[in-house]
């Protein structure tokens, strides 16, 4: 079977998506699938190595142009015509069109693919119409879901995270919707990688806690929770360290606010590993994920994590025994059991202990396996659409 996959993000870029979408994809080539990908051409990366970006196995690729978001260059979106992708398509005959994002990419791919009759998965993989509230356009929201509704319903199957998730989207009247978990490499995110170098660098013994927040540094992220969280925390262990891996467009405004917090920037995906082991205690206050890979990391290397219930951490997380989750936007809540927890090591040992246990049975080849269910009942179901219409 040949898959194509259209992107507005991709390798070498560092976020949830680019990363959920590499190891997807190499498990799918392991178990013989064949790629093509669409999407913008990438802007080269500080310190980035240019085999980065070929980690994935693609038989063929178009590059579109990219355009930044303004006020956000991080963020890219890609410009081309439906008539460009149906040319590339037509090229290389995919069996199935993943679309991972629902921007300008993803819709001239949707209006190339419906004309040539192939058949349409789509992800959910960002919260687009949260992002309207986050970012003061709230008056927006409303037309971001309807889009969003016409865009999936032209799918022949579309793909979310969780089952919350897909409850929603079916409420919000967005048809076929099937439940796809993401995955975690538990041998390349581990315990065993602590780092006592890298402790020392930010300034803590063996017995002293480290809090670790890792992600984007932006405002759908609710990062005023994770500077009081923070504070509170610090508060009752004063000893403590506070580390903030990532960047973005909030990251000036939270070093003024936490001036005693270690920010790294953005770290490679072969390094990362290691800041997550050293640490002990993982700080996620986000309410804007529709998965959140940094939780399965964060467990998968043994760290107790504190985050709201809701995406990866209502699926994967028992509260009170492999970490704790907190009812959805109460911030008391939140600091109060960031307070409670970073004064009792063995509370957040335990609980590290048992994340580890419970990310291991989220394996990317079980992942691959049920995404590979999904292709081929898409296809058969397009088939027998097909054949329907032309009795």
């Known amino acids: 079977m040949r898959l194509c996959i259209v992107s507005e993000t991709w390798l070498p870029e560092i976020n949830g998506v680019a990363h959920t979408l590499a190891r997807l994809s190499r498990e799918l080539h392991q178990q013989g699938i064949k790629i093509d990908l669409v999407r913008p051409r990438p802007a080269p990366l500080p310190g980035e190595q240019p085999v980065a970006s070929r980690q994935v196995p693609v038989n063929a690729e178009m590059q579109v142009t990219p355009v930044s978001l303004p006020g956000y260059r991080d963020v890219q979106i ?155 925390m610090a508060n009752v262990r004063p000893d403590m360290a506070f580390v903030v891996v990532g960047d973005g467009p909030a990251r000036q405004q939270l070093e003024a606010q936490l001036p005693n917090a270690h920010f790294t920037g953005f770290i490679h995906q072969q390094a990362l590993a290691r800041y997550y082991a050293s640490a002990d205690i993982f700080v996620f206050p986000s309410l804007s994920e529709t998965w959140g890979n940094v939780v399965t990391e964060a467990m998968a290397c043994g760290l107790a994590v504190i985050a709201y219930r809701q995406a990866a951490s209502a699926t994967l997380i028992q509260s009170g025994h492999n970490g704790l989750t907190l009812p959805v936007g109460d911030a008391d809540a939140f600091c109060q059991a960031a307070v409670s927890l970073c004064q009792h090591p063995a509370d957040y040992a335990r609980y590290g202990r048992m994340a580890r246990l419970r990310a291991r049975e989220q394996s990317w080849p079980g992942i691959a396996s049920q995404f590979i269910n999904h292709l081929h009942q898409t296809q058969e179901m397009h088939h027998a659409t097909s054949a329907s219409w032309r009795v």
């Open 78 to 232: 890609g410009l081309t015509t439906p008539q460009r992708l149906q040319r590339f398509m037509q090229a290389n005959s995919p069996d199935v069109v993943y679309l991972a994002t629902q921007g300008p990419l993803g819709w001239a791919a949707r209006q190339a693919a419906r004309r040539l009759g192939i058949p349409l998965i789509a992800g959910w993989h960002t919260n687009f119409d949260h992002y309207c509230g986050d970012y003061g356009l709230g008056m927006l929201t409303w037309l971001t879901r309807r889009y969003l509704r016409y865009f999936h319903n032209a799918c022949s199957l579309n793909l979310v995270p969780t089952e919350p998730q897909a409850r929603a989207m079916r409420t919000a009247g967005i048809q076929r919707v099937e439940v796809l978990a993401r995955g975690i490499d538990s041998q390349q995110f581990a315990p065993s990688l602590r780092d006592p170098v890298l402790r020392q660098q930010w300034g803590v013994n063996e017995h002293q806690p480290v809090a670790l927040y890792v992600g984007r540094l932006a405002a759908e992220k609710n990062l005023t929770l994770l500077q009081e969280a923070y504070q509170a």
